[in-house]
């Protein structure tokens, strides 16, 4: 198994969270099952080898295309595939929505699209290119050089709403809705009815995945006196609050994931 994460260019810092590649050599008749956990940030997928089938109540339900654009979502999704693979991964900042694709973030929540679809002919050439050239690098500079253009073609527009999603983000969801109010000059009210309307979530859902989530790293840095300890430093008001939303989020409990440690890419678990 092969896991690596990029941090992004400077140039490209402000929209672009990381890039991370996975790969898996297996043999051809070997399955491999991952769960796509809950995650805040977008997330754009190319199965460079390979395709991911969906799994629904154990029977594949849909298979991915080649290029798909994952929105933000509070549920987890079981996922398969037969044989080795290959991924190349973009997880995207919120508001980068908005100026490489004129999406509003409301608009794929729980939701995926395939570049083709949403690009067209753009799409299909940078899929293209991306799932045929070889080398990890050669990848990571097509990648680069797409996200460039795409952010020059438009105007960024980086409003209030954005800057009180960054703050959550900064703050792993640990900020109280009332501070948020605060620094935006907004009533709580009028900040969990901007939120909806730009993210589909309310302030306080989405505190709840970033917290979840950092609960995962901060465990994976080596945090691991205990399941209360880590409650307490991922922000969580007691550990029945950590198995909670863990298992809303993941569909597991903490004792079971952590265990099992399994093998990770941003978002993913592997499951066996």
């Known amino acids: 198994m092969k896991y690596i994460l990029i941090s992004p260019p400077l ?23 991952h769960r796509l956990f809950a995650d805040a ?12 089938s969906s799994l629904r109540e154990r029977t594949t339900s849909f298979t991915y295309s080649h290029s798909v654009l994952h929105g933000h979502t509070t549920a987890y999704e079981d996922l398969m595939v037969k044989g ?9 900042f919120p508001w980068s929505l908005g100026p490489l694709f004129q999406l509003n973030p409301q608009t794929i929540l729980h939701s995926h699209i395939c570049l083709s679809e949403l ?7 940078i899929e293209d290119k991306i799932c045929s050239i070889q080398g990890d690098q050669e990848r990571l500079t097509l990648a680069v050089s797409f996200l460039i253009s795409r952010i020059n073609k438009y105007k960024v ?3 209030l709403t954005d800057y009180c999603i960054g703050e959550l983000i900064k703050s792993h969801g640990n900020q109280t809705i009332e501070n948020l109010a605060h620094k935006s000059g907004w009533s709580r009210r009028h900040l969990e009815r901007r939120f909806v309307q730009h993210i589909g979530l309310s302030p306080k859902q989405y505190a709840r995945v970033l917290r979840f989530q950092h609960t995962i790293r901060l465990y994976e840095r080596g945090h ?37 440690l399994p093998e990770k890419a941003e978002g993913f678990a592997r499951m066996n």
């Not at 940030?41 to 991911?52: A, D, E, G, M, S």
């Not at 080795?84 to 995207?92: D, E, Q």
């Not at 300890?229 to 569909?251: C, P, T, V």
Request: glycine letters at 6%; one cysteine or more.
């Open 41 to 52: 940030c977008p997330t754009i997928v190319f199965h460079y080898q390979n395709l991911f």
């Open 119 to 125: 690009l067209g002919k753009e799409g299909n050439e």
């Open 84 to 92: 080795a693979f290959g991924i190349f991964g973009i997880t995207l």
């Open 224 to 260: 691991t006196d205990s399941l209360t300890h880590l409650a307490y430093e991922a922000g969580f008001f007691d550990q029945s609050h950590m198995n909670r939303d863990f298992k809303i989020f993941s569909g597991l409990q903490p004792k079971r994931y952590f265990r099992k």
């Open 157 to 159: 527009q980086y409003n």
């Open 11 to 33: 140039e490209l810092a402000a929209f672009i969270k990381n890039f991370w590649i996975l790969e898996a050599k297996l043999d051809a008749d070997k399955l491999y099952h």
